[in-house]
């Protein structure tokens, strides 16, 4: 859903432009006719059908597919099979903070965009997944979204991507997660840096960084 605010509707034709990103497959509004809808002035104007479209960016030269040779629903498909199936032991002793994120159901979003800790600090990360898909959390340095995203995008095409939980092997990574199953539960436990600052949180699951993504803010 979303909100037109007052004022930007003006009488006669108007165009509706909608951007998005699909990681997944061709790109389109996909939904059923009926949801289709633009409300205003307790009439509903009805916007299933065609609608024309520009391609802007394709990830690579093959069709727009982010994974070189299978498609993300089959990578998925792959990871879960080979998934993990004992979950590790929660950390032992007490840690200073616990901060519980979750996975918003079909949303590939985590229900938190901000959390703030304690530089220096132990701090237990809860992540909570009640997705059909599979997740993880990836804590970065401050500025390293895009480098890092990039970087686990490449991973989609590295038959060893899914050994590494899509989790990419550089500097710039500071604590991960592996990849968590639907309906499961991990606890991350890591020391804070004692640099203050704003350090993103990030699912490395080929395509879902952009959109998936959030800061741990660093205090003193």
């Known amino acids: ?3 037109i605010r007052a004022g930007l509707l003006k009488p006669g034709r108007n ?5 998005m990103t699909d990681t997944g497959g061709g790109g389109g509004v996909i939904g059923k006719p009926e949801d289709m809808y633009l409300e205003a002035g307790g009439k509903k104007i009805p916007l299933a059908g065609e609608w024309k479209y520009e391609v802007e960016r ?5 069709g727009g597919k982010l994974f070189s040779d299978r498609s993300l629903a089959e990578t998925f498909a792959f990871t879960y099979l080979n998934k ?8 032992s002793g007490k840690s200073d903070q616990t901060v519980t994120l979750k996975v918003i159901q079909n949303e590939m979003k985590y229900d938190q965009a901000t959390f703030t800790v304690k530089a220096g600090t132990v701090v237990d990360v809860v992540l909570e997944n009640p997705d059909f898909m599979q997740h993880n959390l990836v804590i970065v340095k401050p500025g390293s979204l895009q480098s890092v995203g990039q970087a686990a995008n490449k991973l989609a095409a590295d038959p060893h991507g899914a050994e590494m939980n899509y989790v990419p092997d550089m500097p710039e990574v500071l604590f991960a997660t592996r990849l968590v199953n639907p309906q499961e539960t991990v606890v991350l436990r890591f020391k804070v ?3 203050p600052g704003d350090y993103p949180f990030v699912c490395t699951f080929p395509g879902h960084w952009s959109i998936m993504n959030g800061i741990m803010k660093v205090n003193r």
């Open 84 to 91: 993990q199936d004992a979950a590790p032991e929660a950390p």
């Open 58 to 62: 394709v990830f690579n030269g093959d």
């Open 1 to 3: 859903k979303y909100a």
């Open 15 to 19: 165009v509706i432009a909608v951007k």
């Open 193 to 195: 840096p004692d640099e």
